[in-house]
Structures are given as C-alpha cells and as structure tokens.
C-alpha cells in the first residue's frame, strides 16, 4: 500500500518512524494522525490473519487547504490555524502565524501549557490566556484533533474597548439629549407659569391685561392658561363692575381715576369730573318697588354709555349716584356734557310693566384748577359739593365747582 504511485505521503519507513511504530508492536486498534504542512493522513493499523502483531494500515490522506477553508467558513478562523494531535504534536500552522503580532506565541511552550491545563484529560481547555494572547480550543471526536484559534488579547479586547468606547458615547448622547429635554420641557412649563404668576400679581394691583400668548395651545399648557383666563375675566368682572349696571363699581373707578389725575398732573392737560344723582329716587323705590327703580337706574346707565367716550370713566359711585372722569376736559367742556346729559334724561321715557317713567337728574362738575396742588379725592370733593348745592337750588340742574359756585 504504501508503495502505491497515487499515494504521496510518507513511505513505509518514514511513516512507520514518524508515528512511533514497528512491525513488532501489537495493534493498538485506534486512529493514529500524522501530517506535515499540506496534508493530514489517518492511518488506520491493522494485524495479520495468525498474530496480533502490525502488518500494515490503511491511510486517508486529507489534504489540508480543504480541512481550513472548511474550518475558517464556518469559524471565521482567518488569522492564525493550526492542527496538533492530543499528544502535542503540530499537524498543520498557518502561515498567519508568523505574523509579527503573534510574535510572542511559542507554540511548544502553549502545547505545554495547554497539556498542562488540560488535567489529564485528551484534548485542551476551551480557552487559555498565554502570555498576551488568548487561545481559544475546541477538541473533536473521533479523530482526537484540537482545533485552536489564537488571538492577540488587544484585538480580542479592542471590540470590547470599541463597544465600551461606543457605550460611553451613547450614554454622553443620551445624557445631552435628556439634558435638552428636560432644558426644553422646564422652558415649555415654567415660562407660562412665569407668566401666569406676573398675571397673578397683577390682579392684585387691578391689572387685567397681562398677556398670555399661549392661551392658544392645544396642549396642557394651553388648557390651563384658557382656563386662567377665564378664572382672570370672572374675577374681573366681579371685582371692577356693578353687578346691576355693568359699568365700573365705585372701587375700580377710583383706581383708574387715580391714574388719570397723576397723568393729568405731569402733563398739565385738564380733567373734569362729574357728580350725578337721580332726584327722587327713594319716591320711585318706595311706590313702584325696587325692580322698578333697578329698571330707571339700568336705562338711565345705557344712557350714560350711550353719551360718554371710549376713554371716559363711568361708574355707579352709590345706589342711585354715579361718577364720569373726563380726561382733557376743561370746566366749560365738563358743563357741556353735563347738560347734554341732563336734557337727554329729562326727555327719556322709561317704561317698567305697563308704566311710563320720566326721571330727572341732578349734577355737579369740576375740574383740576392748581395741578401742583389738587388731588384725587379733592377734585371728587369739589364736584360732590357742586352736586349738593343742585339738589338744594331745586334739582334737574347742573352746577360747576370753579372756585365758587356756578349753576345752571
């Protein structure tokens, strides 16, 4: 067999040399693996008819290229392959083993090691880390192979480093992002709770009119700055206008007639103010009932509306006295409207149930005459004195306050 012309292995003694037998040795009846660097040859022993003893084998020559194509397909072994025989002994290395990273593998002293840390048992340890390599072994049966696949520990450890390198990054990312995001959600919430709490606090100081741009939204925002708007206008409502009339109350009037005089003041214009009083109005009340004299005093006000300017100040000042400010207004200017107002009153007809009323009015009026020295209240003081001295001059008249006592 060995002299076969096919054949091209080892011959009959270098075979026999190689794998340690002699035709005197008796059949150890298992596989015996020899190779050099381009096949891999199973030798099957086998005795004679009459003896025990070995009169030849039958061997299987694999060629290698075959066997690491093979291998490195299915294991991605592209870098450093090499076969061994369970008694250490070098079957195949690839040629990838003398690259220069795998300078500092000796590979007697790793099938040394791996012997060693085999404990005994045929084959080697799944994986050892020799010097600064890491070997990985996987041992086959029948044939007794180990199959090892050595790598550098920094390439086996750069992916780590890698996917450390590209975990760190990711959490830096998530890191900024949730900083942003938490940046843009507490910029969303507290500038409309900014806003909604400067709105707060100009309620307090009588100021309505703090803007909320996002009232609009349709998120969570924008519900709870619409339904602080709503709260903001009823509050309004209640705390600046009659609730009979409409128009400002006797609270909110002098808020705003305080900022109107101090703006008068700095800028030297006039400002007029007049005093009105329904005459006879307790006489209404006591006969016709107080739904009827709610009737006079609502007409009488849509009148009022009717006749003032859009930056005039009307308010009821007390049951059936009301209160206008008119800005730029001198006494003369004041005088014209009073009796402009007056005469339209005299001439209105009311009409509760099956009644028709007519009512008259009484008015003083004054204006600012030293703006270094007249206040708010003086001037209120001065058209209310007017306004007395109306009624006692016989009613429906209209007397101004202009250092004395000037009637209509």
């Known amino acids: 067999m060995f002299e076969d012309g096919k054949y091209d292995g080892p011959l009959s003694g270098d075979f026999k040399s190689a794998i340690g037998i002699a035709a005197d040795d008796k059949c150890p009846c298992s596989t015996i693996v020899f190779g050099d660097f381009h096949n891999v040859y199973l030798a099957y ?80 340890t799944p994986r050892i880390e020799y010097n600064n390599f890491i070997i990985f072994n996987a041992f086959t049966m029948p044939l007794e192979w180990t199959v090892s696949y050595v790598i550098p520990k920094e390439l086996y450890f750069e992916g780590l480093i890698q996917l450390r390198e590209r975990i760190i990054i990711a959490l830096a990312i998530i890191i900024m992002l949730a900083i942003d995001t938490i940046f843009i959600i507490a910029h969303k919430i507290s500038k409309p709770l900014t806003t909604l709490s400067r709105a707060s606090r100009d309620m307090v100081f009588e100021n309505y009119n703090t803007p909320l741009e996002f009232v609009h939204k349709n998120d969570e925002v924008g ?149 270094p020295t007249d206040t708010s209240s003086l001037l209120i003081k001065r058209a209310d004195e007017a306004l007395l001295q109306a009624k006692k001059a016989g009613k429906n008249r209209t007397v101004i306050y202009e250092n004395k006592i000037y009637s209509s």
């Open 45 to 124: 022993p086998f005795a004679g008819q009459q003896s025990a003893f070995i009169r030849g084998a039958l061997v299987y020559q694999v060629p290698l290229t075959n066997i690491t194509n093979l291998i490195r397909h299915d294991l991605d072994m592209s870098k450093s392959l090499f076969f061994i025989t369970h008694q250490g002994k070098p079957l195949y290395l690839s040629e990838n083993i003398k690259d220069a990273m795998f300078e500092g593998l000796n590979i007697i002293e790793f099938i040394s090691r791996g012997e060693h840390q085999s404990n005994g048992n045929r084959g080697f």
């Open 223 to 371: 519900e709870l700055a619409a339904n602080f708007e709503a709260m903001r206008q009823t509050v309004r409502v209640l705390s600046t206008t009659d609730s009979l009339t409409s128009i400002l109350n006797r609270r909110y009037f002098m808020v705003n007639f305080e900022k109107e005089f101090e703006r008068a003041k700095r800028s030297g214009d006039n400002l007029a103010c007049l005093m009105i009083d329904i005459d006879n109005f307790k006489s209404i009340n006591d006969t016709l009932g107080h739904q009827c004299g709610d009737e006079v005093i609502k007409t009488f006000c849509s009148l009022m509306t009717e006749l003032i300017r859009t930056y005039d100040i009307l308010a009821r000042y007390g049951g059936e006295e009301f209160i206008i400010a008119l800005p730029g207004a001198n006494i003369r200017d004041s005088w014209t409207f009073a009796e402009r107002l007056r005469e339209r009153t005299e001439g209105m007809n009311i009409q509760y149930e099956s009644q028709m009323l007519t009512i008259t009015i009484s008015i003083g009026t004054a204006s600012i005459i030293n703006h």
